[in-house]
């Protein structure tokens, strides 16, 4: 698994997407004119300078949400696996109960979050319905407490439901929250401006009642949640843009997920998003900007040195007995013995070969080389033979013992093949995965911690000892 993004993924999924919005236009499950989500808004009114303060503080918000839902998130995952790994069905009904019981009372987490957001995300001037009562004055107070509770329930739950052992995700409830807290700083911000309208810093405003749009605090709200838990900082304005279509509210977004990424990066140090935290805390062969540093290691002493092969001819239950291993693939071989590179296989094309041969008997030969193999229709089945070769790659991406293991992980991470064979003038001497590199590199990541932590502790040691012996020798002088 590596970040590799070929073109013809690019085409597949540009196809894919394509595919997915005609269809979703075609069905329009909103009941909609021309919107495809159902909390696209569109917004008519501009931004004013002196709410920079609040978008500022949307952004801290965003960070800091981000980094104590990740870290809290990761603490009780591990409380699950310890303690409920054998009981996820049990906990998912229990969750599924308290979310059900704590959430009813409250409107904005009892209407499923898209129609929530919806009604958050709203521009109000001049509409006629009002839902939960957040374009009514009146309740403004109300809105403020609703929207708050929200917050924080939502907060809650998504920590400790976040990787339990039923479908769920993370990027809808992640914007549901900020938009309820961008809600509830709009509303705040409406408040302050109409209770005070003369003051110097709305001046902007002039004397307009709805000058401030608390509907665009809460879609700020939104982008900075996601941008903090996920921490995808580009994907995020593209994101609200599609959802807007105002290109007006670049700045303030950029405002917002500036400050989120600068807060984020303060108090996690520049850690990776929840997604990839979880990918980490599984043990997923998966390599990030986080393993680019420089080792002094070859790929020798990384890779795996009992390599499991098939010869170049085998019989079908010697095959069978190799295919118990379980790898992914195969090296193909001449023989035990001279182990002369000849090609890999994928264990699953060929598993899916072998079950396409009728009546193969366990005696019938096995071929994976270029030679041609003339099928005798009247020989017995323990006397055929059958070429395999279609199924080699003849030429698997191989290297030299001596290779550095940074070199390994660049190909890793840039051509993206599963295996790398390690192989000295044809003769294979091993084989390395992905997680071979993982492991040998969160090895020397911990040498060197305790290195340094060793070092330290030497250079603190040296300097409470010249400090007992300086004051040793002022008490002889006054002596």
């Known amino acids: 698994m590596t970040h590799t993004y070929t073109t013809k993924m690019i085409w597949r999924s540009f196809f894919c997407a394509l595919a997915a919005t005609a269809m979703l236009s075609a ?26 303060i609040y978008f500022i503080l949307l952004g801290i918000f965003g960070g800091l949400f981000g980094s104590l839902v990740i870290k809290l998130n990761m603490l009780y995952v591990g409380f699950r696996r310890r303690h409920l790994s ?26 499923d979050m898209t129609e929530s957001m919806s009604i958050l995300f709203r521009e109000c001037g001049g509409r006629e319905e009002e839902d939960f009562g957040v374009c009514d004055n009146d309740r403004n107070w109300s809105t403020i407490n609703s929207t708050l509770l929200a917050t924080i329930v939502r907060t809650v739950l998504l920590i400790i439901t976040y990787g339990a052992q039923v479908p769920a995700g993370i990027f809808v409830p992640s914007l549901a929250i900020g938009a309820t807290f961008g809600r509830l700083v709009g509303t705040i911000s409406k408040m302050l ?19 401030i749009t608390p509907g665009t605090y809460a879609l700020l709200g939104s982008a900075a949640t996601l941008s903090g838990v996920m921490r995808i900082w580009v994907t995020v304005p593209i994101i609200i843009f599609e959802l807007t279509g105002a290109l007006t509210y670049i700045l303030p977004t950029m ?25 980490k805390f599984n043990q997923m062969p998966v390599l990030t900007r986080e393993d680019e540093h420089y080792f002094n290691v070859d790929i020798s002493s990384v890779m795996t040195r009992d390599v499991v092969v098939i010869e170049e001819e085998m019989l079908v239950r010697d095959v069978d007995s190799v ?34 041969i009728p009546g193969l008997s366990q005696q019938a030969v096995l071929k994976f080389s270029n030679k041609r193999t003339i099928f005798d229709a009247d020989a017995e089945p323990d006397q055929a033979e059958y070429n395999l070769n279609d199924t080699v790659n003849d030429i698997p991406m191989t290297i030299s013992p001596t290779t550095s293991l940074d070199v390994v992980m660049k190909l890793f991470k840039k051509i993206g093949p599963s295996v790398i064979l390690i192989a000295k003038q044809g003769v294979v001497e091993g084989i390395v995965t992905v997680k071979d590199v993982l492991r040998e590199t969160e090895m020397i990541k911990v040498g060197n911690e305790r290195a340094i932590s060793a070092t330290k502790a030497s250079i603190t040691e040296d300097l409470i000892d010249f400090w007992n012996k300086f004051k040793q020798r002022l008490i002889n002088v006054q002596l």
Request: proline fraction near 4%; hydrophobic fraction near 40%; charged fraction near 15%.
């Open 27 to 52: 069905l329009n499950p909103f009941q909609t004119s021309g919107k495809l989500v159902l909390f696209q808004v569109t917004y008519d009114k501009n931004w004013h300078f002196f709410e920079i």
């Open 86 to 111: 054998e009981n996820g069905i049990s906990e998912a009904v229990i969750l599924a109960l308290i979310t059900s019981v704590i959430c009813y009372p409250n409107p904005f987490l009892r209407t």
């Open 193 to 211: 401006y109409q209770a005070n309208p003369s003051l110097g810093i709305f001046s902007e405003c002039n004397n307009d009642m709805n000058c």
């Open 255 to 279: 405002i917002v997920l500036i400050t989120t990424k600068a807060i984020s990066d303060f108090l996690s140090g520049g850690e990776a998003g929840i997604a990839d935290q979880m990918i």
């Open 323 to 356: 295919l118990l291993n379980a790898h992914s693939g195969y090296p193909i071989v001449n023989n035990r013995e001279d182990m002369k590179l000849v090609g890999y296989v994928d264990a699953g094309i060929f598993s899916q070969s072998l079950a396409s």
